[in-house]
């Protein structure tokens, strides 16, 4: 089992940039595949980026594409999530996830209940 915390959340002015992290303990990240997803009040948690078991795969919902990378540091047992370009319209509580891969080494995890393990979640707020 991996616990996962996220950081890096904070207020930003529209423009801006964050990087998100999410640090792994208990196992090692390399042992699933992650992904990022965020939320705000009244809608359903949303999906933002996510990179497959062995990282020859990513997807990114359509509205950050361009703007925001995620990425994986294995050494650190860290994931990431780099935001530019910042919009009001990306402030949200931002969650880190782990699923363990069942559907092979590529397979791209894009619905919440794909994903085993969460974080508690950081609040990104992005000023106009």
């Known amino acids: 089992q991996v616990q996962l915390v996220e950081s890096g959340g904070g207020l930003v002015q529209a423009g801006g940039s964050l990087r998100l992290s999410c640090a792994a303990s208990?196992?090692?990240?390399?042992?699933?595949?992650v992904g990022w997803f965020r939320q705000v009040p009244g809608k359903e948690r949303e999906l933002v980026a996510a990179i497959s078991w062995i990282g020859s795969s990513t997807y990114y919902t359509d509205s950050v594409k361009g703007r925001f990378t995620i990425s994986r540091d294995n050494a650190k047992n860290t994931l990431y999530l780099q935001m530019t370009s910042l919009k009001p319209e990306d402030t949200a509580v931002y969650y880190c996830?782990?699923?363990?891969?069942?559907?092979?080494?590529?397979?791209?995890?894009?619905?919440?209940?794909?994903?085993?393990?969460w974080g508690q979640g950081t609040q990104v707020t992005v000023s106009s």
């Open positions: 208990g196992r090692t990240i390399s042992s699933y595949a």
């Open positions: 996830a782990a699923n363990v891969p069942r559907k092979g080494s590529g397979y791209i995890a894009t619905l919440g209940f794909e994903y085993d393990y």
